[in-house]
């Protein structure tokens, strides 16, 4: 058994662990999420949000664009808090049971269940043992359990106040760009009801998205009189236990949603009976098993960093709770977590997320595109927004497939995020070789994002050129020749044209318009396209202009003036070699066939010197493009701040929330970085180091059906499969088969 | 006497005509303006905005920035709608006086008074004759007058309803980015009272900027008795005249602001009884004079086109209605005649009128330069929020000198404001040989806007590069050496270098910091900066990449797709070779030293080609520069569509106000473009040509105080002086002198 259970112990009460806390103990199952508030409340000040989302489900709220040019967005939705469902208040003998020094918090990544754990004193001076356990099932989606036991040394009176209501907001700050800004009132009760005698149902509407919601609670403690009271919107449950030692008090929450669901009572119903029938002891069977079959999956395992294997096993764990299984929804910058960026989908799940499910969780990865698939109508919509006549921009930021983005500078002219998109789509489909998906939805999302891509570009002098986007580093906008944004483009072209070939070579039929012409056009822009870089630094350039700049000298830039989108003008930014992220890093790391070693391992040094990691998406990739490039101590040292974001805080915001895209970046470092994974000739191949810090370490590739085992260690790698399969070896072809 | 009437005949009452009309017949001194609207109002819909204005006297409102970055304006301010004082209806025999048919409006451009009249029928056959006039006096800054002589064929009983007070709001528009998109309530009435048994006083303070406005106002009929009443904010006034054929009304009214006056109250109740004392036909006499004094300043005349000719008095005449004399306040782009772009200052005052004052007025000219110098305390604040660690940025829009510009790539971006206050500088300086101003306020703001340029410049292998700004064409921001840019930065750090050099040479002491090795600095930077061009097209590029952009076939663009940018994504504009208005080519215009007459006339045909002229600012540069360049049918062409703009409302949004920069444009065109007037070498420069279509023209110049007369026809040129004074002519240095 690996090193899977991530537990914090504090002394005392502290606003910031608290609010941190609520994120980094936040439960989710990729359809519901709730923060890991404290049942009981705060006794001390916290910037505190008790939400409870399901992904996808949001509102529209009004953005005010200072000048309302042509075509910029003024309605943007946003992921609504939709329920109080863990409002849970015990008083012993009069006394409210709450922390007031020392608690503990844990995620048991084997059960995938959070805990708090604390012991309660009360005024005679006996004590009580509290142990809150949660939940949401990744076996039945709806469903979010908790669990607390109270048990004391002598007998005492309690009485167990529970809250179940939608008078619930959203969180704001308007003076932190990347929070909602604006309070919203976004929920309508519809139905506040009773239900088979002690369940609560509160039934809401989002005022202007218009979607349902229902959420129906159960609470229970054996052998104890309860009484239930409901008004508009609310459910109180009181229940009285005299003379006990302690109790066992479980709670059962369905929430489910008219999105997916035609009758949302009925659903949420349905689903707390069938929560009832299993109990919640069989819920968390059913939960231990998932986990376990996820673990499995996953192989992963690194011997001599703990630390590090718990922060990646962590953040795994993560990433299975906020990613939508259902093509109605994606995977949010945020997750579940909280309602940083509003609830929004970006590029990070494919470029950061996906790859890992790609690897081992195929289906899942097929579901985060089919939602792609759907929203390909809205993204052809974007386009001709954008004035583009063919093609599909998918937008920045969006729950509903419609562009939420602000500043397009720094959002919509992220062009690149179709990129992302096609990478994500080719790469799902090399691993899985999925080729009904291809045929009834990827090809067809690569045929536009193509299409977009030759109607952006120009032909000059220099080759097709690719003017007025946005790369990743959001501290250079609008530029020319973005050499991240002119590698995707080239990437797609080549990649769907040879893949369209295939496909119709082998007479296979696609239901959506094309042309062969087009794809030679892609062929010929492909063939022409330009990617800057400079002859004397041998280093590829960020776009046309960036090497030209005015160098910052980062050390001279105060560690209160970090990040720095908060205390420089844009202007300022845009004027210097001063990078948020990694973006022609990236673009080497993904698209390495398109430079050099050389020039690799100058820009990577490069870049480094001008990027302040303001992103969370940034130093991952340095970790990983380190390890790529054999700079083993670089990579490590990048590794290392890297993975922890969260639990330790080190980007300041968790409490808004996780960093999934980092999240993934952590994982993309190992299997990518270390194990050196790519599809190259249509095979695995591996190039595994091992750093001499570390004893050992392993994952698993599921290809095509067929789970390679990696496992590296001073003696070298070895690979085992399921099936004999060949595979590529630091370029080598070997066959990797089962254990002997 | 030359053509200065202006008269538009109407046959019947339309919305485009009363709305264009309130802008067009509006009337202002400079320091009071009033919306040309109907005294008893409108029979028909109309969008009417019946606006009384004081120049600079605004109110703050915020502005939502859809993603608040660091620096981005948060609040702006407007002019504010101070009072309704227009408000004059007129029963006879119990009906309503009003225009129901036909009706004529004129402006007396020699009288500068603006009139209506009608003839109103009554039901019973007989009808009556109605003039209003109206001016803002010329002579007592305060005030503004008004006049109605109504006569009848026969007797009748008449009651006239006067309105006086501040319940007046703003107008707005949400759906269009060159109005104010909110609505706001800006005044809180402080005050309203009688005075001197007569005089109504209404006092208020705007709410956020904390302005106070008396307005004082005296209605009078003689031998008519009236009825005043007022309550919360509001003034009546009821005349009865009994069994009369006709009567006349006169209203003066007068307003002060505490901005320029410690006492409001005292102020407009002064300014008011000696306007009484000089009476009403005292001041027409008064405005008269002015008038006079002013077209013989300017000297222009112009046979062969009457109505050309005419059109240019008219634009001169709102110029001089539009232009702040006190330093207190500027020009705004509307002038004084209505709320578009919410009565804020722009480089358009410099560039494109000022020269206008420089040469006719030159003190009118001192007074805009030292509203600039008040604020440039507030550029210095400016340049600090965009991380300039020296110089000054003047704000792209503003009335009290803080940035007003919401998106700040088209606005704050277009760092050449900077270049237009220092070119407006150097030009009243070399026009009036005013010492004393370069001493005390206009070196400064030149040392200051060259640091500017320094601390935003860069030096590249290419030279000293400015990356990152905006040119005069708004539909392509933020790019690297926009041409004009560069070229104002050459201008502005050459000739500084050359003033502060000469000053301090002659001794003459500077109070402000400055450093003899910046100077030198500023030399090398002028020597070094980088001009983009393109060597096969021998044309100056716009930017570096401006030439490499898609080119946009200007003839697909339909009617109803202009002005573009209302119809256009930014990015769409961007990455596409169109232009809004001139930019290079005005580029040409102001610094031709810098380029070749080869290149130049390559230039204007290329970028011709790319223009939509969506700007008002941009057909009038086209003609000036293709007279310059001798290309006399095309700046015919140009011109006559441009100097019309407002009189015939060619751009379709006169009712929010006229174009002043365009007007200037067309004053600029005939002596800059056709009178190839210039100072070289220290010397008025001439090179008059006379298009064959026209008989002759003429202007004056007042060159240090010495009016230099202009006058061409098929003949030559000839050129008269106050005073014996060199001139070059096509080159050649003459003698002007007295008429023999």
Chains 1, 2 share one sequence.
Not at 224 to 243: C, K
Not at 360 to 375: A, Q
Not at 420 to 439: C, K, L, P, Q, T
Not at 629 to 640: A, H, I, M, R, T
């Amino acid at each position: 058994m690996r090193n899977r259970k991530i537990v914090r112990r504090y002394d005392h009460l502290d606003g910031h662990d608290l609010e941190q806390g609520e994120s980094v103990f936040h439960t989710a199952n990729g359809y519901i999420g709730v923060r890991g508030a404290f049942e009981e409340g705060y006794c001390c000040d916290v910037r505190s949000v008790r939400g409870c989302y399901i992904n996808g489900v949001y509102d529209i709220t009004s953005m005010n664009q200072a000048e309302p040019l042509y075509g910029l967005v003024d309605r943007k939705q946003t992921i609504v808090n939709l329920a109080e469902v863990q409002d849970i208040r015990i008083w012993a003998d009069g006394e409210l049971v709450s922390v007031r020094g020392s608690y503990e918090r844990a995620v048991d990544l084997d059960c995938g269940i959070v805990s708090r754990s604390f012991t309660f004193s009360l005024n005679d001076g006996s004590s009580l043992s509290v142990v809150y356990e949660r939940f949401c099932s990744f076996d039945l989606s709806c469903i979010f359990a908790l669990r607390c036991r109270v048990t004391g040394s002598r007998r005492h009176d309690f009485t167990i106040v529970t809250g179940h209501h939608s008078k619930v907001s959203n969180f704001h700050d308007p003076s932190d760009p990347r929070l909602a800004s604006e309070a919203g009132e976004f929920l309508s009760i519809e139905e506040t009801a009773v239900k088979d005698d002690d369940i609560s149902l509160v039934k809401v509407r989002t005022n202007t998205s218009g979607i349902e919601v229902s959420s129906a609670v159960h609470d229970s403690i054996p052998s104890a009189s309860m009484n239930l009271l409901i008004s508009d919107g609310v459910a109180e449950r009181t229940f009285s236990i005299s003379d006990e030692k302690g109790f066992t008090f479980t709670r059962l929450v369905s929430l489910s949603d008219s999105v997916r669901y035609s009758d949302t009572e009925h659903t949420s119903l349905d689903m707390l009976h069938r929560a009832l029938s299993l109990t919640y002891d069989g819920l968390v069977e059913k939960q231990k098993e998932h986990m376990s079959d996820f673990w499995h999956r996953t192989g992963f395992f690194l011997e001599g960093d703990d630390r590090l294997e718990s922060a990646i096993n962590y953040n795994l764990f993560s990433l299975l709770q906020s990613a939508g299984r259902d093509g109605f929804c994606h995977l949010a910058a945020k997750g579940l977590s909280g309602e940083g960026y509003e609830g929004h989908y970006f590029w990070d799940t494919e470029m950061y997320v996906q790859p890992i499910f790609s690897l081992i969780m195929p289906s899942l990865s097929r579901n985060l595109l089919t939602y792609r698939y759907r929203m390909l109508d809205k993204a052809r919509a974007n386009a001709r927004i954008l004035g583009h006549e063919s093609g599909a921009l998918y937008p920045w930021r969006t729950i509903n497939g419609e562009e939420c983005s602000g500043y397009f500078p720094s959002g919509t002219a992220q062009y690149h995020i179709n990129g992302a998109v096609a990478h994500a789509v080719i790469e799902y489909y090399e691993m899985s070789g999925d080729e009904d998906f291809m045929i009834s939805m990827g090809l067809e999302m690569l045929y536009e994002i193509c299409l977009l891509w030759l109607d952006t570009g120009v032909y000059t002098p220099r080759g097709f050129e690719i003017h007025d986007v946005t790369g990743p580093d959001e501290y250079t906008c609008i530029v020319n020749n973005n050499f991240y944004t002119n590698c995707c483009a080239r990437y797609d072209f080549e990649k769907t044209a040879a893949l369209m070939k295939d496909f119709t070579g082998r007479g296979k039929h696609l239901s959506f318009n094309y042309s062969d012409e087009m794809l030679d056009e892609f062929v010929k822009a492909a063939g022409q396209i330009y990617l800057p870089h400079d002859d004397e630094k041998d280093v590829d350039a960020q776009d046309d202009s960036f090497l030209y700049k005015k160098r910052l000298d980062l050390s001279g830039v105060p560690h209160d003036k970090r990040p720095m989108l908060l205390h420089y003008h844009p202007l300022y930014l845009y004027r210097r070699q001063v990078c948020k992220q990694a973006d022609t890093v990236l673009a080497h790391l993904l698209y390495p066939q398109y430079t050099t070693r050389e020039r690799m391992l100058n820009s990577i040094r490069y870049y480094e010197s001008v990027t302040t990691h303001d992103s969370s998406l940034s130093k991952c990739i340095f970790a990983l493009q380190s390890f790529a490039l054999g700079l083993v101590d670089e990579g490590l040292s990048y590794f290392g701040s890297s993975s922890e974001i969260d639990l330790e805080d080190s980007h300041g915001n968790t409490r808004d929330g996780i960093h999934t895209a980092n999240m993934g970046g952590s994982y993309l470092t190992i299997f990518k970085g270390l194990g050196g994974f790519c599809i190259q000739d249509g095979l695995p191949s591996f190039a595994p180091i091992l750093p001499e810090q570390w004893k050992a370490y392993g994952f698993n590739v599921n290809f095509r059906g067929n789970i390679i085992t990696v496992s590296v260690n001073e003696k070298g790698a070895s690979f085992t499969s399921g099936k004999p399969c060949e595979i590529l070896v630091h370029g080598k072809k070997c066959t990797a088969g089962p254990v002997a």
